[in-house]
């Protein structure tokens, strides 16, 4: 589903990713760890269409096509979701208003019709309570207000909504109380199948003892050094990043 | 010649004219000795520091139209709210329709100024209202004053409530290459009574119109009045707006200024206060491009104590757009526990694109509340491609956001046929059809 070769992106002239060799098929579960600063946001951004960073080499591919000239929204309309580490408040815009844009646009995109209004509110519904989003919520202005927990909620919301093909998870646990995790967690799992993928991106095993990886890939000073199965986020979580770094150093 | 010279000799033309009695011959006589005096105001003048009149005033404008021109419901049906839920005071080239008109007597007067001038049983009202706020000084206001003869008069008696909104329109048909016309609007609204009033200036043609209007607002006590001005006009038409509101205690009053259209509009409100507990709103949303100017010049005066006022003015400029704000606010030292807040937020779309913002407090109370916030900046690019990521194209994205920022001001607009209109000018005005209602 998900190929990616040899990719190097740098923001403002600082080369930050640096070769990144990355696949994954329909159905899998990736966790991408590393310390701060490795590249782990600048691999998602970049996937995603962000143009503030430059691709400078390499290629990403989404079912074989090349994203590279797709504007963000085009990517999206492909089926590529991104689930923000810090969601962006849009006063003014309700969380409902908001879905029905993004739902309906991708949906002109991709030559269907709009979805009726009773049908969205339906859909609105089934999805809300999946995430076990209060109904009044829905009404408010987007991500206005709302907690740490309550924002990344609304994020997964916002992926059970599109439906995407592929989901990419920035930093989706941190912020969350054990109870918001248990819920996330359980969201995805629910929406996990044979024709999507996800992408975890996270900086604690924690999150991965409720979204079971398939594989696990260290990223380190903008390379991927280390990949294996879901044994290996325990491995992390013991020893922690210096033994990476150690061995890097070596 | 010169248009100061032209509106000075056609005045004495004008007074043989219409008939008047000896009271409102001295106020228009010294009215035009002001304009004489003083002239058009030029960029000299503070107030006047980021607008220019000068190349407009090069029109060679006609200030009577010669002809009598009649315009077909049916063409101009768009720019009203509604056919037949709305009062319609209806005015073409300066002159009452009554054709396009629906005016009543029946418990509110909703009709023309001309008749509230001349007719003696109203000229009680008259001697009482009729110039008692519109400042005498200022020049502009003065030459209205001085040819006032024609506009919307409203008298709402006390505890009424009008059954429907009431709609002044202005429309020029360009049969003039120039014109320039001075609509007067006396409002006076009684004690405990609500009225909701629309104002719109349109010309339906491309021919140059300069229109210089002053619209005086009266409140009595716990009045409430929700006055909108939407200011759509074509690229030819210019504006310069005085409106001057008196209220008494605990009165109510908001004026909201929709401006998304004309060359130039100058808006000049103010509101008086005259007893306690009184509040006043002053809001707007302004979205020009091109080369369109706007510029809002206001004024609150608090003067009595306990009284609240809430400005919150929104722009949005691209292309070679200018804006101005400057927003005044002067606390008496009477005016004690004053609340009054001031907000002014532009966005740049462009680098061309200009705003001057300018807050003006001067306190001379001690125990009040005051505060202003100006911010300009541009379209936030991290919501932008949040937006975009969730698939929602970068144009209609930006539409959303600017949505967003002007929602506060969209969400004060009462009337919902009106909020669905100004939405649709704005959606129509970005370019993007937006899937929802705000």
Redo the contacts between chains.
């Keep these: 589903m998900l190929q990616i070769k040899n990719l190097h992106a740098s923001v403002e002239d600082k080369e930050i990713l640096k070769g990144i060799n990355l696949e994954v098929k329909a159905g899998e579960v990736h966790a991408i760890m590393g310390p701060n600063g490795s590249g782990k946001s600048t691999l998602s951004a970049v996937i995603?269409?962000?143009?503030?960073y430059e691709v400078t080499d390499g290629q990403v591919f989404l079912d074989g096509e090349d994203l590279a000239d797709l504007?963000?929204?085009e990517?999206?309309?492909k089926g590529?979701?991104?689930s923000?580490q810090y969601?962006?408040e849009?006063?003014?815009?309700s969380v409902t208003?908001?879905m029905?844009?993004?739902?309906?646009?991708?949906r002109k995109?991709n030559g269907k019709e709009?979805m009726p209004a009773n049908e969205m509110l339906k859909f609105i519904r089934e999805k809300s309570e999946l995430l076990e989003i209060d109904r009044k919520f829905l009404s408010r202005?987007l991500n206005e207000g709302f907690s740490g927990g309550e924002k990344k909620r609304n994020e997964i919301f916002?992926m059970a909504m599109?439906e995407p093909k592929l989901a990419i998870l920035d930093e989706t646990d941190s912020g969350l109380d054990i109870d918001a995790l248990r819920i996330v967690a359980n969201g995805v799992n629910k929406l996990k199948s044979e024709n999507n993928a996800i992408i975890v991106i996270t900086h604690y095993q924690r999150l991965l003892d409720y979204i079971v990886p398939d594989f696990v890939h260290v990223l380190y000073n903008g390379r991927i050094v280390k990949s294996g199965g879901k044994e290996l986020a325990y491995e992390l979580e013991e020893k922690g990043y210096d033994w990476i770094k150690q061995e890097q150093e070596a | 010649m010169e248009l100061k010279e032209k509106l000075i000799a056609s005045f004495m033309a004008f007074e043989e004219r219409v008939d008047v009695d000896a009271d409102l011959h001295n106020i228009r006589t010294s009215a035009i000795q002001n304009f004489e005096s003083k002239g058009f105001p030029t960029k000299k003048e503070e107030a006047w520091k980021y607008t220019s009149l000068n190349s407009l005033l090069k029109n060679d404008f006609t200030v009577f139209p010669k002809n009598e021109n009649t315009i077909q419901f049916a063409d101009v049906k768009k720019y009203f709210l509604h056919e037949i839920d709305t009062y319609k005071v209806v005015f073409i080239d300066g002159i009452f329709s009554s054709f396009l008109s629906s005016t009543t007597h029946d418990g509110i007067d909703v009709c023309l100024m001309s008749s509230a001038l001349n007719k003696p049983k109203y000229k009680m009202v008259i001697d009482n209202y009729f110039n008692h706020i519109a400042n005498k000084e200022e020049s502009l206001t003065s030459l209205n004053t001085a040819f006032a003869s024609e506009g919307a008069y409203i008298n709402i008696p006390k505890s009424k409530v009008t059954d429907k909104p009431i709609e002044i329109m202005y429309f020029s048909t360009g049969s003039e290459a120039a014109l320039l016309v001075q609509p007067r609007n006396l409002v006076i609204v009684g004690e405990n009574s609500h009225v909701q009033i629309i104002e719109r200036h349109q010309s339906l043609n491309e021919n140059a119109v300069l229109t210089n209007s002053v619209t005086e607002i009266f409140a009595q006590k716990r009045a409430i009045v929700d006055y909108y001005k939407i200011q759509n006009d074509n690229h030819t038409a210019s504006l310069i707006d005085n409106t001057y509101v008196s209220q008494q205690q605990e009165s109510r009053v908001h004026v909201n200024t929709f401006s998304f259209g004309g060359s130039l509009t100058r808006n000049n409100l103010n509101f008086y206060h005259f007893g306690e507990r009184i509040e006043s709103h002053l809001n707007g949303i302004t979205i020009i491009g091109e080369r369109q100017h706007v510029d809002h010049y206001t004024l609150v005066h608090h003067a009595q104590p306990n009284c609240e006022s809430f400005q919150d003015y929104k722009g949005i400029f691209s292309d070679n757009a200018i804006g101005v704000f400057n927003g005044k606010i002067y606390v008496e030292k009477e005016a004690q526990k004053t609340n009054a807040f001031q907000k002014n937020n532009n966005i740049l779309l462009s680098d061309k694109a200009t705003i001057n913002a300018k807050p003006q407090l001067e306190i001379f109370a001690d125990d009040v509340k005051c505060s202003h916030g100006c911010t300009i900046g541009q379209l936030d690019e991290t919501a932008m491609f949040y937006m975009q990521s969730r698939g929602i194209p970068k144009k209609e994205a930006k539409a959303l956001l600017m949505y967003a920022f002007s929602n506060a001001v969209i969400e004060s607009i009462k009337i919902p046929e009106l909020k669905q209109r100004i939405t649709k000018i704005i959606a129509n005005k970005l370019g993007v059809k937006l899937g929802f209602d705000l």
Excluded at chain 1, 90 to 93: A, H, L, N, Q, T
Excluded at chain 1, 100 to 106: D, G, K, P, V
């Design positions: 995603a269409g962000n143009e503030n504007a963000p929204e990517r999206a309309h590529v979701f991104l923000f969601p962006v849009i006063p003014g815009v208003n908001f029905r844009t993004a739902i309906n646009e991708t995109a709009e202005s916002q599109l």
